[in-house]
Every structure is written in structure tokens, then in C-alpha cells.
């Protein structure tokens, strides 16, 4: 039977790993961004407090370049799906790719939940 790029294809047939991949972004794209914001935020913080007008301008640019590299972060799931949509000749894969962008986007969801029951 053949199953390339059909909704039975290789992504469902590695759904398990997919899920994993997914609750790891998940967390990834949680605690990065909070990080990376709390970080800047301290950083901002000892400039304010310093008197020199070079540390607060550096200060306020490291904070502005971190917001930034979070918010990159944190949709860079959305931007990787928006590219994969471009791309010329992925059609005859979509059903596929489906499978594999709902488990990673949504790994506990009913849909990844129904792939992982029916490859046991």
C-alpha cells in the first residue's frame, strides 16, 4: 500500500516522535522569550542605574535585541509553516505534512492523540 504523502504517510507513522518534538517547542517557545526578556529587562536595569549615558543606551538596545529575538522565537513555528505553504510542489505532500505540523503545533489534540492509537 502505498502511503507517501497521504494522511497514513511517514509523519503519522512517526507521530509519537512528533508529539515529543511538539510539547518540546512548546516549552521552548514559552520559556525563551521569558528569559530572554527578564534577562534583557536586569540588563536594562544596571544601565538605568549607572550614570554613564553609553551603559542606558546599551542597555536599552540589548533589551530592544532580546523583545525582538523572542517574539522571532515565539512565531517562528507560524514563519516555518507560512515558507513550507510557498514552497513550489508541496502539494503532493501537504497530507502528509498535515499530520506532522498539527502533532507538533497541537500534541495533545485530538487529531495527534487519534495518529499515536492508531500506529500502536
Sequence with gaps: METFGTE???CA???VF???VGNILLIVKILVPVALICIGIITLGK???STDEKDMKNG???IIKKFLTAVVIFFLPTIITTMFGIVNGFGELKS???VCQKCISNP???FCQ???IAMD
Design 8 to 10: 497514513a504517510g511517514f
Design 108 to 110: 495533545k489534540g485530538d
Design 47 to 49: 544601565a538605568v542605574i
Design 114 to 116: 487519534s495518529k499515536v
Design 13 to 15: 507513522q512517526t507521530a
Design 60 to 62: 536599552f538596545n540589548s
Design 96 to 98: 502528509d505534512y498535515n
Design 18 to 20: 512528533w508529539q515529543v
